[in-house]
């Protein structure tokens, strides 16, 4: 039946009929400039799309993201945990009497490579922290790993009293140090869903207890939904791979009936991100702001009531010349 | 059965010849700038990657860029516009694809005045525009430069009230391509 059709005699018309269609008609302008359209994709689908925004900020809750800040950039960093909502109303006002404070300043150094400082009021340590973007998403590759690493020193007077109800007395300087590392791998799933898991290594070169092992090794889990462009929720936990001989309701049966006293974090949080601002809000078990404390020496527990107020406030100003001449 | 080869032959012949041998001009470095301007505010972004084509014969442009390569001098402000403004992974690219009216012949160096019609896409949301500009025409290159207005409210770019007196309901857009053959 082909054959028939394009036989001698039809040959020319069914051509000619083509040529008006495609060569002739309106229909020629939307091809041609479709045309050249596609030439255009061809040409930019050879360079990555990299993913933004997988975090609204640097830091999910008590913990870091993936998210680096860009070069140039400065970010400063205020953070509140106010005290025990179980501390009664009295004496403690549902625990707003009272508060730890974290001030940290961050600095971008390349797009990719960051640098922070912070001190926190909660056994007065100074920290100080690095964060590599080693991959990032794009259309090409599927997640983003950051490496972390920090650096603590515990300036509190020898003989405080911890948290922990314990006695920690240092011998010299070297005792108050602590590090931290973690590998930050997330994904941002959806334009809304965004999950991240953070394996991270402690080590305190003091401990109050031998019991207590100097390192730590933890395994961290954190997401965000967006629920508006604006608004978003987000969620962290932290589980620490602690060898408890009796796990008998956590107590630990250490040396001279010593309880165990360090429990896994948790906390749920919002964030509210307004033009040069993020401000997050939360609900949580860790009273600490850096790795060490809250993942390491976390003493609050959800059951018992050991939930904790807090926010941070990022603040993030460009130092970047080009933006101060157009940012006045 | 011959017939039949030929025709297909001829076909793909002539289907082919819509998009190769032709008098094209083109440009993957091409820049696109635009401006905001409040009592509150200046925002400017440029973006250096712009793609361009223009068919000299038939006078059909494309212009289309990733909304992601537009540089800001605040990098907050360049996520703020991808994530909340433009919603860049949703609608990953700007686009004009249009004819430029005049018929001009692009081998005859001189400066023309030009006006193009034709379809801008941006934030997934097409309308019919009308552009003037010029072309500077050299023996091997064309030097096309436009400039137009956009309003936010047309391409449903939503502002919201909280920094409404900050970003500019009517942005300024202009551009440099310098199509090489």
Not at chain 1, 207 to 219: K, W
Not at chain 2, 46 to 62: M, T, V
Request: glycine share 8%.
């Amino acid at each position: 039946m082909m054959s028939t059709f394009f036989n001698q005699r039809f040959l020319p018309a069914g051509f000619l009929f083509l040529l008006f269609f495609f060569g002739n008609s309106p229909w020629k302008d939307v091809l041609a400039q479709e045309d050249l359209l596609s030439l255009l994709d061809e040409e930019q689908s050879k360079e990555p799309t990299y993913t933004i925004a997988t975090f609204k900020a640097s830091r999910l809750i008590n913990g870091q993201t993936i998210e680096t800040i860009s070069k140039n950039h400065l970010n400063f960093w205020i953070s509140h945990r106010f005290g025990a909502v179980n501390s009664g109303f009295i004496a403690n006002f549902f625990g707003l009497d009272e508060a730890k404070i974290r001030l940290g300043l961050e600095y971008g150094l390349t797009d990719r490579w960051l640098v922070g400082a912070g001190r926190s009021s909660l056994e007065k340590t100074y920290d100080l922290y690095s964060k590599y973007k080693v991959l990032r998403q794009s259309n090409k590759v599927p997640i983003t790993v950051t490496a972390m690493a920090g650096w603590g020193i515990n300036t509190m007077p020898t003989g405080y009293i911890m948290e922990s109800g314990s006695t920690m007395k240092f011998s010299n300087n070297i005792e108050r140090y602590s590090y931290w590392s973690q590998v930050l791998v997330a994904r941002k799933f959806t334009e809304k869903l965004s999950l991240q898991v953070m394996p991270t290594l402690i080590h305190v070169n003091k401990v109050e207890d031998p019991s207590i092992p100097n390192q730590l090794v933890s395994l961290g889990a954190g997401g965000r939904y967006k629920i508006s462009q604006r608004i978003t929720l987000s969620a962290e936990y932290y589980y620490s791979l602690r060898e408890l001989e009796d796990d008998e309701d956590d107590d630990y049966g250490g040396s001279g009936g010593f309880s165990y006293p360090y429990r896994n974090a948790l906390s749920l949080g919002v964030d509210i991100e307004t033009g040069g601002h993020v401000f997050q809000f939360h609900l949580t078990n860790a009273r600490g702001m850096i790795e060490k404390q809250f993942i390491g020496q976390n003493v609050g527990t959800w059951e018992k009531g050991d939930i904790f107020y807090g926010f941070n406030i990022a603040r993030t100003f460009s130092l970047d010349k080009a933006a101060r001449n157009t940012h006045k | 059965m011959k017939k039949l080869i030929l025709f297909f032959f001829t076909f793909f012949l002539l289907g082919a010849g819509l998009s190769f041998g032709q008098n094209l001009y083109r440009t993957s470095v091409g820049e696109v700038s635009f401006f905001s301007k409040t009592p509150a505010l200046d925002i400017e972004a440029i973006n250096k990657k712009a793609g361009a084509i223009l068919n000299a014969d038939s006078r059909d442009l494309a212009i289309q860029m990733k909304i992601t390569d537009f540089q800001f001098p605040n990098k907050l402000m360049q996520e703020h516009f991808n994530e909340n403004y433009l919603e860049s992974e949703r609608f990953p690219t700007g686009k004009f694809v249009g004819k430029i009216k005049e018929a001009i012949d692009f081998s005859k160096p001189d400066t023309y005045s030009v006006t193009a019609a034709g379809n801008l896409t941006i934030h997934g949301v097409t309308k019919p525009v009308t552009v003037k500009g010029s072309i500077i025409a050299t023996a091997t290159e064309l030097l096309v430069s436009f400039d137009f207005t956009v309003r936010t409210e047309d391409f449903k770019i939503k502002v919201p009230t909280l920094v409404f007196n900050k970003i500019a309901e009517v942005i300024e857009v202009s551009g440099k391509l310098n199509l090489v053959k």
